[in-house]
């Protein structure tokens, strides 16, 4: 659940007057509903999904998101048994996760058949995202081909974020060095990720860079926990996509949910015109 470092110098309308790693608003958390065990793992698919946390350092860490990123929290959960329940959507695809924290969502794609996975987020995360990784290496080698899925931990910022050649380098490399083309995600994945308003516009801004591709799909899930910073996303999204569902987990694949969580698909980023014409202001965000 890590997000990006704010480099913006302006003042944000949701942090605080006191010193700089106060003005992370306090997260409004529900008890955890999807059962999780850090010390056992949980099970998951045909293994065991082994995911460890380390201690939520808000007073130590001056990233903008307080720490959250080492953590497991209920939204990478949710998207995790979403997957489970809809393993096609990342067999044999190349996956981009974002703001991946703990490695939860990317190690599940992985371990559910995912051809090549990066996990990303800011660089404090990273550590214990490569250790969760190599915790789970034998599930996700177990049941793929020989070498089993490609999983690579990455640094991204979203006020910055590399080009997407740098992030699939190994796909890259492998074009025979045409500079005309480059890999690109197939399943873009985003988990928990939406708590600070003024972090929205710059994921949405990332998710604009690496989905451009007509056939990406992206997939988010999140806990809504304000009003001002849900409508902001969800206005957000359909400025940005042509095509944005709010699944229905119990309908569709009979994932129960409380109504505070949602997942949404999303496909069709739309052209420069098309953004421009669609009604920016109710955004609270800049044209795309």
């Not at 939860?104 to 995202?129: C, E, F, Q, R």
Request: hydrophobic fraction near 40%.
């Amino acid at each position: 659940m890590a997000t990006a470092k704010n480099h913006n110098d302006e003042p944000n309308e949701n942090e605080g007057d006191s010193g700089s790693n106060n003005n992370v608003p306090i997260l409004a958390l529900m008890g955890r509903f999807f059962p999780f065990d850090p010390e056992n793992g949980i099970p998951f698919a045909t293994s065991t999904l082994v995911i460890k946390e380390s201690q939520n350092r808000n007073h130590a860490v001056d990233d903008g998101d307080g720490g959250t990123g080492l953590n497991v929290w209920d939204g990478a959960l949710l998207l995790a048994r979403y997957l489970e329940k809809k393993s096609q959507i990342v067999e044999g695809k190349r996956i981009l996760e974002l703001g991946g924290g703990c490695g939860l969502v990317g190690i599940a794609a992985a371990i559910l058949g995912a051809k090549h996975v990066i996990i990303t987020d800011l660089s404090y995360a990273l550590p214990l995202m490569k250790e969760n990784v190599l915790r789970n290496e034998s599930a996700f080698r177990k049941g793929n081909d020989e070498k089993g899925a490609l999983v690579e931990c990455i640094e991204c910022d979203w006020f910055h974020p590399p080009l997407i050649r740098e992030l699939f380098t190994h796909e890259t490399a492998s074009l025979n060095g045409n500079e005309h083309e480059e890999s690109f995600p197939d399943i873009i994945l985003v988990a928990d990720c939406v708590w600070l308003s003024h972090l929205i516009y710059p994921l949405l801004k990332t998710l604009k860079l690496y989905a451009r591709h007509p056939s990406t799909k992206v997939i988010i899930t999140y806990q809504q926990r304000g009003k001002d910073a849900h409508e902001e996303f969800l206005s957000g999204m359909h400025v940005l996509f042509k095509n944005v569902v709010d699944v229905d987990t119990k309908e569709s694949v009979g994932l129960v949910k409380p109504d505070v969580f949602h997942v949404f698909e999303c496909c069709g980023v739309k052209h420069e015109a098309e953004t421009h014409d669609d009604s920016v202001t109710k955004a609270k965000i800049s044209p795309f």
